[in-house]
């Protein structure tokens, strides 16, 4: 089963918290900006995530999701 919280950014999905760690998809940007490059599975048998540590700086937060944005898929309608 997933985790406890979806987030999304204008409509695309970016990431969740995860037993209290903020986890964001893999994308160019999102493994450009991360500071240990460190991936670590939300769930098991789920695809790896992101953990990001950063979880007070605002700025940084923004400019992850900002950057993120154009790489992620639309979503699917269902």
Do not use: Q
């Amino acid at each position: 089963m997933m985790g406890e919280y979806l987030l999304y950014f204008r409509g695309k999905g970016f990431g969740g918290i995860y037993d209290d760690r903020l986890l964001v998809k893999r994308t160019p940007f999102s493994a450009h900006l991360s500071s240990d490059g460190r991936e670590t599975l939300p769930y098991p048998g789920a695809k790896p995530m992101f953990f990001v540590k950063e979880v007070d700086d605002c700025a940084f937060l923004k400019r992850l999701v900002a950057g993120m944005y154009e790489e992620l898929p639309e979503l699917k309608n269902r």
